[in-house]
């Protein structure tokens, strides 16, 4: 991966992180929650960047995270303001749930914007020969690269043919195929059976290269959003299955990936699909953060979630120094799971995993 690839994935995971923390930010401001730091990264703190409304914005050295710190009970002296701890908790579970909503809501205004200028591919009737392979069964025919075939066998080109089922089905026998050639409806016969190529055999085929017929449609802004939404909640559905155990042999092949991990692919989708890609990754990562932070695990925004529940169903006050110490019992063992994480990512890019 090339240095632009390294920065593109690095300015990816820095604004994903940013843009989570403001949710928790701007809703507690907006509850009059007297707020200490805005901080992108844990640990020590690197460099103050500037201060703004009595917040101070910080880069700290340990870049895994970040987190907005609220002031404590009894360092608010402000008698208008009120600590996270004293305000209701519904007004408490709307700022938790701010940032991961946040990341949702930016993931789906992308996606809609990605759908309205690039459109979606369309796939049509018909698919185009773009190699002939020598001594097979399509030279033969006299099939040859740009034809547009209509139909094997009589079968229509449809997207979901699969024209290797057709080549077994009649093995041995001539069969029509019905193309276009400069414009003009041409029907040849041809013979599916054996061919080899480059090394590569196969007992019955037709021996060419294809790919579908397909156009570009284009949506206006409604259809775009809606689509935008669709297609994420999709995403979020499958984020939400990766964090539950499967019983298939399938369940152990996807690797939780840390960081380094992310910033990593997503350099590399940069360089080989260009601002696009990058994109379309920068949706996938939003929402995987924000279903990473939902998990009712202490010290993930989840677990605040499921305390304000408890207490507006209970009416009753969760206990701070139960609450704080399974916090910070939570946010040590997910500290020293990111730092694993961080090791083993280092690990692979190194060793080419």
């Known amino acids: ?157 449809t997207p979901d043919i699969d024209i290797a089922d057709i080549a077994v089905a009649h093995a041995g026998q001539s069969i029509p195929v019905k193309i276009t050639r400069n414009n003009q409806v041409q029907t040849l016969n041809i013979v599916p059976g054996p061919w080899s190529y480059g090394g590569n055999s196969t007992a019955v085929g037709y021996g060419i290269g294809i790919q579908q017929l397909s156009h570009q449609e284009y949506y206006g802004i409604f259809e775009s959003l809606q689509l935008g939404f669709s297609r994420t909640k999709d995403i979020i559905s499958y984020n939400i299955m990766a964090f539950i155990p499967q019983n298939n042999q399938n369940s152990g092949d996807s690797e939780v990936t840390g960081v380094v991990g992310m910033v990593r692919e997503t350099g590399n989708v940069y360089e080989q699909y260009g601002i696009i890609g990058f994109l379309q990754m920068f949706v996938g990562l939003n929402i995987g953060i924000a279903v990473f932070n939902l998990i009712p695990f202490p010290g993930l925004d989840g677990s605040h979630i499921l305390i304000s529940l408890i207490e507006i169903i209970t009416r009753r006050k969760f206990p701070i120094t139960i609450k704080n110490i399974v916090s910070n019992i939570g946010l040590a063992l997910m500290l020293a799971f990111f730092v694993f994480l961080f090791i083993r990512d280092i690990w692979n890019w190194i060793t080419g995993v």
């Open 1 to 157: 991966m090339n240095i632009i690839g390294i920065i593109s994935g690095v300015v990816a995971f820095i604004i994903i992180i940013a843009i989570h923390e403001c949710g928790h930010l701007l809703s507690g401001q907006f509850f009059g929650v007297p707020i200490k730091s805005f901080a992108i990264g844990f640990g020590p703190e690197a460099k103050v960047l500037f201060y703004r409304k009595g917040v101070r914005y910080v880069l700290n050295w340990i870049p895994l995270g970040g987190y907005v710190s609220f002031y404590e009970r009894e360092e608010v002296f402000n008698r208008k303001a009120r600590a996270l701890d004293d305000i209701s908790p519904f007004k408490r579970l709307i700022i938790f749930a701010a940032g991961p909503l946040i990341n949702i809501l930016c993931a789906c205004v992308i996606m809609s914007s990605l759908v309205y200028y690039t459109g979606d591919e369309v796939y049509d009737n018909g698919i185009v020969i773009n190699e002939v392979y020598p001594n097979s069964p399509a030279e033969s025919a006299q099939l040859q690269p740009g034809d547009i075939v209509l139909s094997i066998a009589d079968q229509d080109m």
